[in-house]
Each structure stands twice: as C-alpha cells, then as structure tokens.
C-alpha cells in the first residue's frame, strides 16, 4: 500500500474499535481496486468532535460503530431515506464539506438473506429489538416480508414492534413463534460465550431459514443447531461483508471486491481463532 500526500483517509469511529475487522476489509479493498486510500480505526469518547474532524481533516467517508450510530445523527447535514426512516446511520459520505449518513447495515443484511431466498411473502421472527434489529426489520418490512419482533424486555420490544406495525413476542414464549425465517440480532452466543444459544433449539424446524449476525464466531451455537435440524443458515459475516461492501461503492463509485472483503475478513477471524 502507498501512502503519500494525496492518500485519501476514511476511518471507523466507535467505541470500543480495536477488535474491529473493518481496517482489514476497506484496506484489502483499496488495495485490489488500485485506490489511493487508508482506513483507520479510531476509538473516540464523543461523536461531535469526530464529526468535526472529518469535516476539517477532509476524511472522505467514515463508518460509525457502537455506540454512536443513533448519536451521530444530528451533527449530519443530510441522510438517505431509508437511514432517516430507521433513525440510524453506520455509514458518513463527505461531499465536499456536506456529511450525508446512510445505514448499510440494513443493505447488507437484505444482500446476505437475498442470496438464500426470495423475500417477498415470508414471514420473519426477529430476536432482539436493538439498533441492528431496528435497521433490519425495516428493511425486511419494506421488502415484503411479515415480521414479529423477539425481545427479552417488554418495552424494548414493544416499541419497535409498535414502529414497524407487527406482532411483538416475549423472549421467553419464542418457543412456540413460527416463521420461514429466524434472524438473531442479540449478542447472545457471541465470544467468549460461545455455547450459549438465545432460543431453544426445538423450535427450529426444517427447512426455516436461520440468520445469526454475530460474526465472531462465525459458526453460532444458533447456526449448528440450525444446520443439523436442516435449516439453511446465514452467518453474520456475510452480513458483515455485504454491509462493507456497500459503504465501499458508496464511497468510491466503483464495484466492491466482495471475493477479496470476503477472504479477507474469514482469514482474520480464522487467525484470532488459531490465537485463542
Ligand atoms: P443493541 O442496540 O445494544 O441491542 C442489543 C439487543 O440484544 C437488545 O434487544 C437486547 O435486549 C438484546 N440482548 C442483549 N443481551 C441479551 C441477553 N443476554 N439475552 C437476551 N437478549 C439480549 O445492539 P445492536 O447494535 O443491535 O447489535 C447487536 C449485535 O449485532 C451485536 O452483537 C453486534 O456485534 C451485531 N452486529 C452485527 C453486524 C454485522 O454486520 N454482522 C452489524 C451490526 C451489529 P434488551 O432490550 O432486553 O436489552
């Protein structure tokens, strides 16, 4: 990689960020498209001045992590439609000067499940009614798909589930909830608590389609269960992948190199794997 007078700089701004697998998948990018550019990670104590420091430093776009997606919001001069329906942006594009939020955790969940199946006509429960549950479940709605909203508190749960028009269900009465697909949006299964899974296991039948976004693992207790009860099952790296890719083709104009983002990012997790 060059890095001279005329690198671009684009960065994460979160907080924590190091453990983020962001830096390998933009850098690998740039590097496989020819681009003149770098992408760092900063871990920061308020968005405010972050968003000022991209405005005076021209970074010319940014992805914005926990726990700033929804604090972000109001420091930017513009969203995109769809960010500023889910309240949420995980993605800044500076136009000369302008900062514009878009929320491509939403697309790359939509791209991850549109790879397995035809959306529209499906019914989805969601687990979990945080950000990523927010971002997904209005994409979904949007795409056609009935959703139910999963949470383990009533109030989280109830008011997206009063946002979206749906069903809410109580975490701890899943065990009867049906639907062609199970997305799993909790951190619940994530390292280091690996053997945990967020719903029983005999509500997963045959043939239901199984999305957990936990990437790190990125086989899921969730995801075993799901694959040896005859699931398909869709793993949060693909999610990962696809919502990078989004905020590469956002920020430069071209194509993203999905292969090389892809091996990339399974290369890093398998290295912390073998580290463990
Ligand atoms: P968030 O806003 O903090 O929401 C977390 C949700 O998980 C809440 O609904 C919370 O329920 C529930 N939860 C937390 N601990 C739980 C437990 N022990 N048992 C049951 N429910 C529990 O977080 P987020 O931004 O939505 O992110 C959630 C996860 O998605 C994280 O693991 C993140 O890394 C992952 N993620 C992945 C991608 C990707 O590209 N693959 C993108 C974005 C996020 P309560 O309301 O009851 O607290």
Request: charged share 20%; hydrophobic share 40%; proline share 5%.
């Amino acid at each position: 990689m060059k890095v001279d007078q005329h690198t671009a700089l684009y960065a994460v701004i979160g907080n924590p960020v190091r453990h983020s697998l962001s830096p390998a998948l933009h850098n690998a990018a740039f590097s496989a498209t020819g681009l003149n550019a770098v992408y760092l990670a900063f871990e920061a104590e308020e968005i405010e001045g972050c968003v000022k420091g991209i405005k005076a430093f021209s970074i010319k776009g940014a992805s914005v992590t926990i726990p700033f997606k929804t604090a972000v919001v109001p420091y930017l001069n513009e969203m995109d439609p769809l960010a500023s329906r889910i309240g949420s942006a995980n993605t800044i594009v500076n136009e000369n000067g302008r900062l514009k939020g878009y929320n491509t955790d939403a697309l790359g969940a939509l791209k991850a499940l549109e790879e397995k199946i035809r959306l529209p006509g499906m019914t989805c429960i969601i687990i979990g009614a945080g950000g990523a549950a927010r971002a997904i479940g209005f994409i979904l709605k949007e795409n056609g798909v009935a959703i139910s909203i999963a949470n383990r508190s009533r109030k989280r749960g109830e008011r997206l589930a009063l946002s979206l028009g749906c069903e809410f269900i109580p975490l701890d009465e899943i065990k009867g909830a049906k639907g062609d697909i199970l997305i799993q949006t909790t951190p619940v299964g994530m390292y280091p608590h690996v053997d945990q899974c967020p719903v029983p296991e005999q509500m997963l039948k045959e043939g239901m389609v199984v999305m957990d976004i936990i990437y790190n693992p990125d086989k899921t207790k969730l995801l075993k269960a799901a694959k040896a009860r005859g699931c398909t099952t869709i793993s949060g790296v693909d999610m990962f992948i696809h919502q990078g890719a989004e905020q590469f083709r956002l920020w430069t104009g071209i194509d993203p190199p999905v292969a090389v983002m892809n091996h990339v990012v399974k290369e890093a997790l398998l290295k912390q794997g073998e580290r463990r």
